[in-house]
Nanobody, 126 residues
């Protein structure tokens, strides 16, 4: 059973940065791709970023067009934690952010993710 716990959300001003964390069960990285999704009020949950690791330092990533160049996904193997570094935040980034694990691989589809965290709220004021 994979467990995922997000943290790091908060209220920030536009242009600021936040780093979200996703603490994963031991061994998750060997089997699952880890993705980030977000859901704003009244909207569908949407893909943000995903990573799959070949080795500790070699990995593949994909990002939604809306966050490319501003968000970066990474991990700390020793801490079993995946991070989403969010820079140059915009009000439209306001949402509940989820991390999720997929055995399918580096997918942008919600349906391919079997395990989800509870979410962490990010609010960006203008």
């Amino acid at each position: 059973q994979v467990q995922l716990v997000e943290s790091g959300g908060g209220l920030v001003q536009a242009g600021s940065s936040l780093r979200l964390s996703c603490a994963c069960s031991d061994g998750t990285f060997r089997t699952y791709a880890i993705g980030w999704f977000r859901q704003a009020p009244g909207k569908e949950r949407e893909f943000v970023a995903v990573a799959t690791w070949i080795t500790t330092s070699a990995y593949f990533t994909d990002y939604a067009d809306s966050v490319k160049g501003r968000f970066t996904i990474s991990r700390d193997s020793a801490k079993n934690t995946v991070y989403l570094q969010m820079d140059k935040l915009k009000p439209e980034d306001t949402a509940l952010y989820f991390c999720a694990a997929s055995s399918v691989g580096r997918s942008v589809r919600r349906i391919d993710y079997e395990y989800w965290g509870q979410g962490t709220q990010v609010t960006v004021s203008s």
